[in-house]
């Protein structure tokens, strides 16, 4: 059975069970902090389990994607560990419970996979005799098939806490030749004999986060079983890899590494290659980029582990990248996000695998080092700053250092390792607080947590309302007073309050007996706005009605960014490809910061066309119109939308700009793009891998800058007395011009540096028989010094110069030996770093040819005088020794 019908017959089944079967969440949790990735089929339901939130019905049944790492060292070594996988799922929230959710999958696994009876056993967790007799008398299983396990087995649940309880499940026996071969071998045994297909879990119970469980308010069920797994065991095989889920991918990488069969740690190699291209891609898919923190982190690690294992079985460059587009053709139809944003992905992966591969070998070098000195010093322990400088500067994660010393029976110092990363993240850290909206936690706003406020701040800039709530100092306050700080809460208010880039709004606050001017709004952490700012005159009570106004010139500005932004996004989609995504934003009054998606630099042409295109949509005057839809509609519109996940389904609110751009957004906006006046883009940059930042300014800052430049072409014009439209030629002038000096310059200098070396030939000395000439010139860089050398060279075919010359208060010595005196034993490397310490400073060369610096120039006669003394030195250890003394 294909495993594309497992997933199939899978959700029909749990369909004619009465199941609504929804598709595939995020891999990114959505309103969950306490979670990394989602790594279970329940995970994205947890508020449905709790009763928080209503589910759109009380039985659901889903295919997941999941991600989980624990086991990532385990991958390639068994045929049963995986870090991304598929998990088939059935739920009950409140609904079924115990009975049917054990007769269903029964029911499953025996009259629609057709399991032999005699290959399967359950587990039940030892205290709970309900699930035990249900097996033992309604399904009929033979005891000795039943096995009880204990908390770490049989009792499931997420790490961070959530939803859980006890859990019973469904293996697959592969047969003794697969197992350990202990006559006592049963389920809950490590080998790799029984398979474990199918968790059902009975969620009771909530883990709190003081660690504490309590009763949930109503019975659940959740189900797990994994794709992979069930596809093993229906195509009669004993590992993923031979799966149809995982061949294709791996004749792929075969193919690409010459055709050759390969085992032993090969074999793994190929293996980890395969099963991390899978999660590498879905990552990415979902909206994760490569970083040092977080997801990011784990998708990096993940590449970059296969990236060296690839190497290790001779796969170089974007191999990785390579296998998307098979990827999506096996499971596009069933997760269009890998067919849609193929080339997003491919994209991503392809620029982190080559900025890895330039510091892959250079660290594995590094690493190879470490090690050799362990060795030596009869070590097994990397110190942990080393593994820190790995990671900081080559990009090594812990993990592959720890992988790679693992191979040579060696470990990290992982303390020490993660004492210095928590350092430099704290670093990161503070450095971003400072920055950040209110830095405060949620607890400071523990008083508003009930509060609503009613935004009505899209029509309207000015709004009655009534004080709710004062905060001093994060303290309650039933009245504030001229002077002092203030957070004020409002029942309504017209305040944007910082979100989706947008900057928040300024204005008054205004009530009888007093005036407070509010500098900013923003959210609390739970979702409240705040109105930041000071008590004018007079005072502020809790009560008081207000009259709330934005400070509107302001807030036109800022519209006119947003728009410009959606202007600007649809412009880069169309004009550099629809790969173009938004990654971040800014918008400011009159100015915006456009983070997005793409692999190069803008050419200047790309950036004219850009900075064009949204002028030409910002004079067609289109009218701006903001609709309140469903998001499946606003799709089928075109709407813009990347990551949906993270919007309320029924009701997103579409920005359209006439038909030219349609995007999802809470922002405010102009009514017509005329409105914006100008759009001028400032800058271009890359801000990381795959992103790129452009800045840019709209209404008045927008004319402003045009106005500066033309201003500095004028003064430029003035200055060289020309017309602006000759400016470039003039520039092109006077660089030839400033060209013909400079050569004529330095024929000078040549010409002058000859007669300079005609007067110096007179004061040679001959030392032992031995030329010496030592003088201190004129001279400007190290370069004129070797030229006058050389010059001293063409006239005396046997001799040992050092000149010295002092530019900018720096001294600079250069000396030569020709060649018969370096057969004597002379070295001008040796005579140039004795003289550079007189001067105080240093330098090399070769015994031929050899330079220095130095910071005193008042010690350069002294240093220069050493020079003959030196030579006498050289010439006695010479002939002592007896011969050459070149290295
Ligand atoms: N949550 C359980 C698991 O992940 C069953 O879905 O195994």
Redesign the pocket.
């Known amino acids: 059975m294909k495993s594309s019908e497992i997933r199939s017959i899978f959700l029909d089944f749990f369909t004619g069970k009465g199941h609504l079967v929804m598709p595939s969440f995020s891999l990114i949790p959505q309103n969950d902090p306490t979670l990394l990735l989602i790594g ?3 995970a994205p339901l947890k508020p449905y389990f709790s009763g928080e939130r209503k589910p759109p019905h009380t039985r659901i049944a889903t295919c997941q994607k999941c991600v989980r790492t624990p086991d990532i060292d385990r991958v390639g070594h068994t045929g049963r560990h995986a870090t991304f996988f598929e ?1 088939l ?1 059935n739920f009950s929230f409140g609904d079924y419970f115990k009975e049917e959710a054990i007769e269903w999958a029964w029911e499953f696994v025996r009259e629609i996979l057709r399991l032999p009876a005699e290959r399967l056993w359950v587990s039940v967790f030892e205290e709970d005799d309900e699930s035990y007799n249900i097996w033992r008398e309604r399904i009929g299983l033979p005891a000795e098939r039943i096995v009880r396990l204990g908390r770490e087995d049989n009792f ?1 649940e997420i790490g961070t806490g959530g939803p859980c309880g006890p ?1 019973s499940e469904i293996y697959y026996d592969l047969g003794a030749e697969e197992g350990c071969g202990r006559a006592n071998c049963i389920p809950g045994c490590d080998c790799d004999r029984y398979l474990e297909i199918w ?1 059902l ?1 009975f969620t009771q119970f909530n883990r709190e986060p003081s660690g504490e469980l309590t009763l949930l308010k109503q019975k659940n069920i ?3 079983a994994g794709l992979e797994r069930l596809a093993t065991v229906m195509q009669g095989v004993t590992s993923f890899y031979e799966t149809d889920l995982f061949k294709p991918l791996m004749a792929y990488f075969v193919d690409l590494a010459g055709g050759a069969e390969l085992d032993g740690s090969g074999k793994v190699s190929l293996r980890i290659v395969t099963e991390h291209s899978r999660g590498i891609a879905f990552l990415v898919g979902d909206g994760v980029l490569p970083s040092n923190e977080g997801r990011g982190y784990v998708l990096r690690r993940l590449i970059r582990r296969a990236a060296r294992h690839g190497r290790l079985i001779g796969l170089e460059g974007s191999f990785l990248a390579g296998v998307v587009p098979l990827l999506a053709e096996l499971m596009g139809s069933v997760y269009p996000e890998l067919r849609e944003r193929r080339d997003f992905i491919m994209q991503v992966i392809a620029t982190e695998e080559e900025r890895f591969q330039e510091t892959l070998a250079m660290g594995i070098d590094i690493l190879d080092d470490y090690i050799q000195e362990l060795k030596q010093k009869g070590e097994k322990c990397l110190p942990g700053e080393l593994a820190f400088k790995l990671y900081d500067t080559y990009g090594f994660p812990l993990d592959l250092t720890a992988e790679i010393l693992k191979e040579h029976g060696m470990t990290v110092d992982r303390h020490t390792f993660n004492r210095h990363l928590s350092e430099q993240q704290r670093r990161a850290r503070e450095a971003r607080a400072a920055s950040e909206s209110g830095g405060k936690t949620d607890s400071a706003y523990a008083a508003a947590r009930d509060l609503e406020t009613v935004f009505t701040g899209y029509d309207r800039l000015e709004e009655e309302a009534e004080i709710s709530l004062i905060l001093v100092n994060g303290d309650a306050r039933e009245r504030a007073s001229a002077g002092e700080s203030v957070e004020i809460f409002l029942n309504r208010t017209p305040f944007y309050a910082e979100a989706g880039g947008q900057i928040g709004d300024s204005g008054v606050i205004e009530a009888k007996g007093g005036r407070a001017v509010i500098a900013r709004a923003f959210f609390t952490p739970s979702g409240q706005i705040v109105h930041e700012g000071k008590v004018q005159s007079g005072h502020l009570s809790t009560g008081d009605r207000v009259a709330a106004r934005v400070e509107s010139v302001r807030r036109r500005g800022v519209c006119r960014s947003h728009t410009a932004t959606h202007l600007l996004h649809r412009a880069l989609k169309d004009i550099l490809g629809e790969h173009v995504n938004q990654a971040g934003s800014l918008v400011a009054p009159d100015r915006l910061r456009f983070d997005f998606t793409h692999f190069k630099a803008l050419s200047p042409e790309e950036k004219r066309q850009v900075e064009k295109t949204v002028n030409k949509v910002i004079l067609e005057n289109l009218p701006v119109t903001a609709e309140q839809m469903t998001l499946s509609e606003a799709r089928r519109r075109g709407a813009v939308a990347l990551f949906t996940e993270k919007y309320d389904q029924d009701a997103v609110r579409v920005i359209s700009a006439g038909d030219y751009s349609k995007e999802l957004c809470g922002g405010t906006h102009v009514k017509a793009t005329g409105e914006i006046g100008l759009f001028r883009l400032i800058s271009e940059e890359g801000i990381g891998s795959g992103l790129r930042r452009i800045e840019a300014l709209t209404g008045m800052e927008a004319y402003r800058q045009a106005a500066a430049d033309a201003s500095l072409l004028q003064e430029l014009a003035l200055k060289w007395k020309v017309a602006p439209e000759q400016l470039l030629l003039k520039a092109e002038e006077l660089l030839e011009a400033n060209r013909e000096l400079e050569r004529l310059n330095r024929q000078l200098k040549e010409r002058l540096h000859g007669y300079t070396v005609k007067s110096l030939l007179s004061g040679v000395e001959v030392v032992e028989g031995v030329n010496v000439l030592c003088s201190a010139v004129n001279a400007e860089s190290f370069e004129e010094l070797r030229g006058m050398t050389d010059l001293i060279k063409n006239s005396l075919p046997s001799v040992v110069a050092v000149l010295g010359a002092v530019h900018e208060g720096k001294v600079m010595l250069v000396g030569t030996v020709t060649d018969d005196l370096v057969k004597r034993g002379l070295q001008a490397n040796k005579i140039i770093a004795a003289a550079a310490r007189r001067v105080g400073g240093g330098g090399g060369g070769r015994p031929g040819m050899a330079q220095a610096g130095g910071k005193d120039p008042a010690a350069l006669p002294q240093a220069l005088r050493l020079v003959k003394d030196l030579v006498r030195e050289q010439l006695a250890a010479g002939s002592e020794a007896g011969g050459p003394q070149e290295k």
């Open positions: 279970a089929g329940m998990m799922g499931w859990c968790n879990v959740d189900t797990g």
